[in-house]
């Protein structure tokens, strides 16, 4: 079981905005920036959002980040075709000294 | 603009050796505010940390608990890279393994392009 927890699929449909979630602890997201990634079929992942509210250069502003207490969101607005692809949080966790993952969100544009 | 290259093996017999190799360009391993990491992603344990190195000074290392016994991730200088060596590996270990770099502030911005490891006799 992955330590921050995610909704295995969500889904929307062109131009629209939907939002995933990720849920941690205190010792992950709770006290620790947040980071997104996005995996499209056979691909390593790619930094979508980093410090819980960035976007690296050349990541559309569609792509948005928040985060609040132990839990973060993920938002895209303006939902496009291609962005059908798998999503994941990631959090340093200060207890076990390591990277955590989610389990990952499968978008599906209909 | 920083490129990892991985290479390995793709297969390895259980209770051997896993070793793969992530060579760096557009950066160095000993960089002061990079970290260079280990990834593995399969369909029954997600993408899972493995460990990392890196330079401060000195050199340190990182490992996740669950691969703590058989783990060693070593950084090469004269080659700008650093490897991955898994013991005792056993169909579990099956993935693919992805390096990584955590550039300070801005976690897993460049990434391999992912070795896919099959544990099998």
């Known amino acids: 079981q992955s330590v921050l927890t995610q909704p295995p699929s969500a889904s929307g449909t062109p131009g629209q905005r939907v939002t995933i979630s990720c849920s941690g602890s205190?010792?992950?997201?709770?006290?620790?920036?947040v980071n997104w990634f996005q995996q499209l079929p056979g691909t390593a992942p790619k930094l979508l959002i980093y410090?819980?509210?960035q976007r690296p250069s050349g990541v559309p502003a569609r792509f948005s980040g928040s985060k609040s207490g132990t839990s973060a969101s993920l938002a895209i607005s303006g939902l496009q075709s291609e962005d059908e692809a798998d999503y994941y949080c990631?959090?340093?966790?200060?207890?076990?000294?390591?990277?955590?993952f989610g389990g990952g969100t499968k978008l599906t544009v209909l | 603009q920083v490129q990892l290259q991985q290479s390995g093996p793709g297969l390895v017999k259980p209770s051997q050796t896993l070793s793969v190799t992530c060579a760096i360009s557009?950066?160095?391993?000993?960089?002061?505010?990079?970290?260079w990491n280990w990834i593995r992603q399969s369909p029954s344990r997600g993408l899972e940390w493995l460990g990392r190195?890196?330079?401060?000074?000195?050199?340190?290392?990182d490992y996740a608990v669950s691969v703590k016994s058989r783990i060693t991730i070593n950084p090469d200088t004269s080659k700008n890279q650093f490897s991955l060596q898994l013991n005792s590996v056993t169909p579990e270990d099956t993935a693919v393994y992805y390096c990584?770099?955590?550039?300070?502030?801005?976690?897993?911005?460049?990434w391999g392009q992912g070795n896919l490891v099959t544990v099998s006799s």
């Open positions: 990584a770099r955590d550039q300070s502030g801005y976690s897993f911005d460049s």
């Open positions: 557009g950066d160095s391993v000993s960089s002061n505010s990079a970290a």
């Open positions: 190195t890196y330079y401060r000074s000195n050199w340190y290392t």
């Open positions: 205190s010792s992950n997201i709770g006290s620790q920036t």
């Open positions: 410090a819980s509210n």
């Open positions: 990631a959090a340093w966790d200060a207890r076990l000294n390591a990277w955590v």
